[in-house]
């Protein structure tokens, strides 16, 4: 009895530190070159109906929206930290304040990803996305920002919407 026990821990322990491992890989920024090409536009409104507790089915389906949200974050992580180089105080800010917003975003994504997988095995448990999705809004205004500050001829959208 006290070898099945051990033994299920250990696959428990296994288990989650493969899901670690992928969800953190997936996470990671895969370059800096051509870094405003990679960023994917998402519509607010459809993510926003997507957090809804209603729709709570749905979202855990389509995680597919959290990768996005992670895979930009990491993009712009990097766009702040190349900003970050920039002699003006004011650029320079905004940058930072950029890419504290996109490392929290990041983590929030990594934390929704794991709750989506477990909402996956586990059919009944609780999901929450909104963290997720306050933070993408945040993000999103801090981009804009930046890029105002760095070049006010280029608009940084980081949505759909207009």
Do not use: C
């Given at each position: 009895m006290n070898l099945a026990f051990v033994l299920v821990i250990a696959a428990v322990l296994a288990l989650a530190t493969i899901l670690s491992v992928a969800v953190t890989r997936s996470l990671q920024v895969r370059g800096s070159a051509g870094l405003s090409g990679t960023i994917r536009p998402i519509d607010v409104e459809a993510f926003r109906n997507l957090i809804n507790p209603d729709e709570d089915e749905y979202l855990r389906r389509r995680?597919?929206?959290?990768?996005?949200?992670?895979?930009?974050?990491?993009?712009?992580?990097?766009?702040?930290?190349?900003?970050?180089?920039?002699?003006?105080?004011?650029?320079?800010?905004?940058?930072?304040?950029?890419?504290?917003?996109?490392?929290?975003?990041?983590?929030?994504?990594?934390?929704?990803?794991?709750?989506?997988?477990?909402?996956?095995?586990?059919?009944?448990?609780?999901?929450?996305?909104?963290?997720?999705?306050?933070?993408?809004?945040?993000?999103?205004?801090?981009?804009?920002?930046?890029g105002r500050l760095q070049n006010p001829a280029v608009p940084v959208r980081l949505s759909t919407l207009p």
């Open positions: 995680a597919a929206y959290i990768h996005v949200v992670a895979s930009n974050a990491a993009v712009l992580v990097r766009v702040g930290q190349a900003a970050l180089a920039t002699g003006d105080t004011r650029v320079a800010k905004a940058a930072h304040e950029l890419v504290e917003d996109a490392l929290l975003l990041r983590r929030n994504a990594t934390v929704a990803l794991a709750r989506i997988y477990l909402a996956l095995a586990w059919p009944n448990s609780g999901f929450a996305a909104v963290r997720v999705f306050d933070r993408y809004e945040r993000l999103s205004g801090a981009a804009m920002l930046l």
